[in-house]
């Protein structure tokens, strides 16, 4: 009964089960790992490895409650193997049929059987050197949890994503897999880069950034996405601490607030992230399943990888701004492609929102309307006539605007669009976050203060967090029950609408609540005085402002994305626009 209580803990699903086996075969200094499912693991689960075996003695006790080898010195804080405590193989054997087969090199082989628990015979096995544990009818006799389990498709994947995070944790090891009869996986040992790039994303190698960086004793290695290579889900986050896998909220969050800002709140970065920690400072005996540590300083793991991923985006960042005029591309160009490494670039539709206009081999005329007289009598976009040499400008030069939205500009090498409200809402955030950083953000006093009437508990949240918003130009005091008296705002704001702003600053202001620090959540608030700040879609511009828009973006550090992690412009190459007319 101890053990089914054990087992509860352990053993929640196949996938539980098998971790728990290839952490022993890995612990036991096995080279090569076979694995076979059938039905998704509920069927059969078979794990063979070519490890140090066990003699028989060895093995039954390993099939004993709390009976471990990997405490030498009963030291549990300086654990370096994935087990230590001895309770996997009594709660797998007590909620299945499991057969333990052994041998130790120079030995004769040896096989144990046991049914939900009880001994159910055991003799001489022909095997080679090394360990197989086979776990069949998981479950069986515990309808309760059985009921539990998913389809045999829910439960593969789930044990598919239990080998893919034990690979990446030890690129060294052979592994292979087999479902229901199929070779699934077949890794020969490797670099960690190429095994995260065989089992993450190819893409990753074109599309990805390395991290590696050390602070206070904590190195933290690895890859992770573009901002602009995103998943809906965040599924694709493998996160390993001194090689164990984990799932930590800390580390996620401390992922998360990386790409605040860079990315679309409910949009995921792909990342496998190594993090070594002295063992002293990290304590992995905090869940029975042992996918949790706790650490003694979080704050300095959270500070490390929040910070050391941000400095490498933001390297990233600048390194495409100055490699924008690559050779001709043959699709649409976006600026969230010349983020990346510099082959031919092809948007991604998977993983990230692209232009509807991702391929022009695909454009075909879809309206057959007439072709003059649809033409408006004003017309709604202005053009500057193509006389003046183009200047080598990235962005190049600006001849017109379409739909009172967007920018058209002629460069060397081609045509680009840009989205005028998502490139200078980006513009405005930075100009804000380099003021700040720089120590005083430039504020424009109004001549006469303005009266803002607003809800009684939204005056409040705004007196509260008065000092932080002055420290970001925004001067503001209390001025009745249910108003409030601005003095100042950003300069980079020019004349916003001061009611919506201060509502929408309310209502940030009370999501977000005590839970992030101040420097985050000042972070998110001058997002959003920066979104009420640009230059809305629908504003016509003149070409001297579309031009400085222009310089402007060519000159500040991530600029190429909004900040939702959009593009923010596009560009069409000259001999793209040839084919679109069938000369090439
Ligand atoms: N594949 C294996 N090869 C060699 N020894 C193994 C293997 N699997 C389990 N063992 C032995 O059985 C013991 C019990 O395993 P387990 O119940 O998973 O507990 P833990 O891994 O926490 O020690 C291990 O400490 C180890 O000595
Ligand atoms: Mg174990």
Request: one cysteine or more.
């Amino acid at each position: 009964m101890i053990d089914r209580i054990a087992a509860g803990e352990v053993v929640e699903r196949p996938a539980s089960a098998l971790k728990e086996l290839i952490e022993n075969a890995l612990d036991a200094g096995a080279a090569n790992i076979a694995v076979r499912l059938s039905g998704g693991g509920i069927g059969l689960i078979e794990v063979t490895d070519d490890g140090c075996g066990m003699s028989p003695e060895e093995m039954r006790l390993a099939l004993e409650r709390h009976a471990t080898s990997k405490l030498p010195n009963d030291s549990i804080d300086q654990v370096t193997s994935f087990g230590f405590r001895g309770e996997a193989l009594p709660s797998i054997a007590s909620v299945s049929h499991l057969t333990l087969e052994s041998r130790e090199r120079g030995a004769d082989g040896w096989r144990i059987d046991v049914d939900h628990g009880q001994a159910a015979g055991e003799g001489p096995a022909a095997l080679p050197p090394g360990t197989r544990v086979r776990i069949e009818d998981l479950f069986g006799k515990v309808p309760a949890r059985r009921k539990f389990l998913r389809s045999s498709r829910g439960e593969y994947a789930a044990c598919l994503d239990a080998v893919k995070r034990l690979a990446i944790a030890r690129s060294d090891v052979a592994f292979a897999l087999e479902h229901d009869g199929r070779r699934v996986l077949s890794l020969q040992p490797s670099s960690p880069p190429q095994r995260v790039a065989a089992l993450l994303a190819a893409e990753l190698e074109r599309h990805g950034v390395g991290i590696d960086c050390v602070r206070d004793g904590l190195h933290l290695t690895g890859v992770v996405s573009l901002p602009t290579f995103n998943r809906g889900m965040a599924d694709q986050q493998y996160l390993f601490v001194n090689s164990r896998p984990v799932k930590d909220r800390l580390l996620v969050g401390a992922l998360r607030a990386a790409y605040r800002d860079l990315i679309a709140r409910d949009r995921h970065p792909i990342a496998a992230l190594f993090l070594e920690v002295p063992l002293e400072d990290v304590d992995v005996n905090v869940h029975p399943a042992k996918t949790e540590v706790r650490f003694r300083d979080p704050a300095a793991a959270r500070g490390l990888i929040a910070g050391g991923i941000r400095v490498a985006l933001d390297a990233e960042s600048h390194r495409s701004a100055a490699r924008e005029q690559a050779a001709a591309p043959v699709v649409w160009t976006t600026s969230e492609d010349a983020q990346d490494l510099g082959e031919i670039r092809v948007p991604q539709p998977n993983f990230a929102e692209v232009p509807a206009f991702a391929g022009a081999t695909s454009y075909s005329v879809r309206e057959q309307r007439p072709l003059f007289n649809t033409v408006p009598a004003e017309p709604a976009a202005r053009a500057e006539p193509a006389v003046e040499p183009v200047p080598s400008f990235p962005l190049g030069v600006a001849r017109g605007q379409v739909a009172a939205t967007y920018i058209v500009a002629e460069a060397e090498d081609g045509l680009v669009i840009v989205d005028q409200h998502a490139a200078h809402e980006r513009l405005v955030l930075e100009r804000l976050r380099a003021g700040r950083s720089g120590g005083s953000v430039p504020r424009q006093d109004l001549l006469i203060p303005e009266i803002v009437e607003l809800d009684e508990p939204d005056c409040d949240r705004l007196v509260g967090a008065a000092a932080d918003l002055c420290g970001l130009g925004l001067e503001m005091e209390r001025f009745g029950p249910t108003t409030m008296l601005v003095r100042s705002v950003p300069a980079a704001l020019g004349s916003p609408d001061l009611r919506k702003l201060l509502t929408d600053l309310a209502a940030e202001i009370a999501e977000l609540g005590s839970a992030l620090s101040l420097q985050e959540r000042l972070d998110h608030v001058e997002a959003t005085i920066a979104c009420h700040g640009s230059v809305r879609a629908g504003r016509v511009l003149s070409v001297a402002e579309m031009n400085a828009l222009l310089r402007e973006m060519e000159r500040t550090p991530r600029s190429g994305q909004c900040n939702h992690g959009r593009p923010t412009w596009v560009k069409l190459a000259h001999g793209d626009i040839e084919k679109l007319f069938g000369r090439r």
